[in-house]
């Protein structure tokens, strides 16, 4: 009998000195647990903002190529340095070309699904980078592409009069 006492005597202490013992596991799990969770939803952030960027650099590519193709299978200009800017509206120009001049606003536009897209079309025959073509009949075609407002891709290239 005496020793089932001491038995239950020891069996209280150890109850008593692990009082607390549970809540302090139970908090450090939670802090593990939270900074897990954390670093997850921060990974999530990243990815999501690194797909958007993506979306966004690829459709401006689309954009500026599209445009610049779309220019290079009109006639060659005659008006030497001509520009336009096109968004899902229509198309806006203070000097457009002549396959262009004479065409209604909504001639071209950018589909709906583009809306916030804007591009700048511009063709130079005086372009910086043309100066060591000494014949007359290139031009560089510039494609800016700008999303609400901001720019976020320019693309050239050049067009040559083959008439």
């Known amino acids: 009998m005496v020793s089932l006492v001491r038995w239950t005597e020891r069996a209280a202490a ?61 006639e060659y200009s005659t008006i030497d340095n001509w520009d336009y800017t096109i968004t899902t509206i229509g198309w806006s120009a203070t000097n457009a070309p002549s396959w262009l001049a004479d065409k209604p606003e909504d001639y071209i536009s950018l589909s709906s699904e583009f809306e916030g897209y804007s591009v700048d079309v511009s063709g130079r025959s005086d372009h910086e980078n043309l100066s060591w073509a000494t014949r007359p009949g290139i031009r560089a075609i510039t494609a800016t592409v700008f999303h609400h407002g901001e720019e976020v891709l320019t693309l050239e290239n050049y067009e040559v009069d083959r008439g």
């Open 14 to 74: 150890v109850r008593n000195d692990s009082r607390g013992q549970l809540l302090i596991e139970v908090l450090i799990a939670l802090a593990i647990l939270g900074l897990i969770a954390t670093v997850f939803i921060g990974a999530m952030y990243t990815s999501l903002q690194a797909a958007r960027v993506t979306d966004e650099r690829s459709v401006t590519l689309t954009l500026a190529k599209s445009q610049i193709e779309y220019v290079r299978t009109q």
